[in-house]
């Protein structure tokens, strides 16, 4: 069993900045990949971006060159930082992990709001 808390979500203008946390606890060892997922309201949950045991990244369009995502030596947190956010970026951004590397998401946080005003 793993265990996933995000931190790091807020208002912030368009524009601004916000970096997300997540803290991995439990059976760390067979983690894989992690990934950060976002739901707008109304809308389904959708892959924001995603890292690998050896570092591959992976994002999504409407999120590439604005977002970028890591993960601390001891690969048990990881981060999105984001960057000239936009009101579309307005979601819960939720931490997740995934069976194997690109299987479906086993484990799931809690979430983190992110709203971003105009």
């Known amino acids: 069993q793993v265990q996933l808390v995000e931190s790091g979500g807020g208002l912030v203008q368009a524009g601004g900045s916000l970096r997300l946390s997540c803290a991995a606890s439990g059976s760390i060892f067979s983690i894989n990949a992690m990934g950060w997922y976002r739901q707008a309201p109304g809308k389904q949950r959708e892959l924001v971006a995603a890292i690998t045991s050896g570092g591959r990244t992976n994002y999504a369009d409407s999120v590439r060159g604005r977002f970028t995502i890591s993960r601390d030596n001891a690969k048990t947190t990881m981060f999105l930082q984001m960057d000239n956010l936009k009101p579309e970026d307005t979601g819960v951004y939720y931490c997740?992990?995934?069976?194997?590397?690109?299987?479906?998401?086993?484990?799931w946080g809690q979430g983190t709001q992110v709203t971003v005003s105009s």
């Open positions: 997740s992990i995934p069976s194997g590397v690109a299987g479906p998401v086993e484990y």
